[in-house]
């Protein structure tokens, strides 16, 4: 059974500072790997997909890389901003690709 | 990306009423919905698969006969609460996903149940 976990579990920075979320998945056999964003009481926004062969995506001031052999991904946000402040999940599919686990998420506040 | 709508967004209800929620692919042919639900402070936990056409397979732990699941086309799957408690206050989600693509969420909708 695929399992995901989230280190930090909440995190608290300054504006303008660099920051790395960490992801870690038990079953390293996976397609892809995916990272969304939750703001409170709303849905998710996906902001990086990383395919299995892949190492890395870019996605403006995000960069989120995947090592499948360790079980880890990080998600780096560069320069960041208080719009930044909300939940950070990442997911990966497992089941045949049926099903998707959610890690258990950072919430980040990002501080004027 | 792909659109995926639910609708309603959110919706306040009785204790022991049903509710029904939609789930629509809006450009796409989704063969595979799920449905997640996530309490609050919690991360999204999956509660069903449907494939178009075909009964839901439920997550242990969720019961088949409160939470209907009816994926009647390619771009529509309802959810139905039926005889909602307070305990299934929660937030639900749902995502569509064609033939070995990727999946695509929808904005969630948030049940409250009095």
């Known amino acids: 059974k695929q399992e995901v976990t989230q280190i930090p579990a909440a995190l608290s920075v300054p504006e303008g500072e660099n920051l790395v979320l960490n992801c870690s998945f038990t079953d390293s056999a996976i397609y892809n790997l995916q990272w969304f964003r939750q703001d409170p009481g709303k849905g998710l926004t996906s902001l990086l997909l990383i395919q299995s062969s892949q190492r890395e995506q870019t996605s403006g001031r995000l960069n989120a890389s995947l090592d499948k052999s360790s079980g880890r991904s990080t998600l780096y946000i560069a320069a960041s901003q208080p719009g930044d402040s909300a939940t950070y999940l990442c997911a990966v599919p497992s089941g045949g690709y049926q099903k998707v686990t959610f890690g258990t998420g950072t919430k980040l506040q990002v501080i004027p | 990306g792909a659109v995926v709508s639910q609708h309603p967004s959110w919706v306040i209800c009785k204790s022991g009423t049903s509710v029904k929620i939609e789930c629509r692919s809006l450009?796409?042919?989704?063969?595979?919905m799920f449905w997640y639900r996530q309490f609050p402070k919690q991360s999204l936990m999956l509660m069903a698969t449907?494939?178009?056409?075909?009964?839901?397979?439920?997550e242990q732990g969720v019961e088949k006969d409160k939470f209907l699941i009816n994926h009647a086309s390619l771009t529509l799957s309802t959810l139905t609460v039926t005889s909602a408690h307070p305990e299934d206050s929660s937030f639900y989600i749902c995502s569509a996903r064609e033939i070995g693509g990727e999946q695509f969420f929808g904005p969630g909708t948030r049940l409250t149940v009095l």
């Open positions: 450009d796409f042919q989704a063969t595979t």
């Open positions: 449907s494939n178009e056409g075909s009964k839901a397979t439920y």
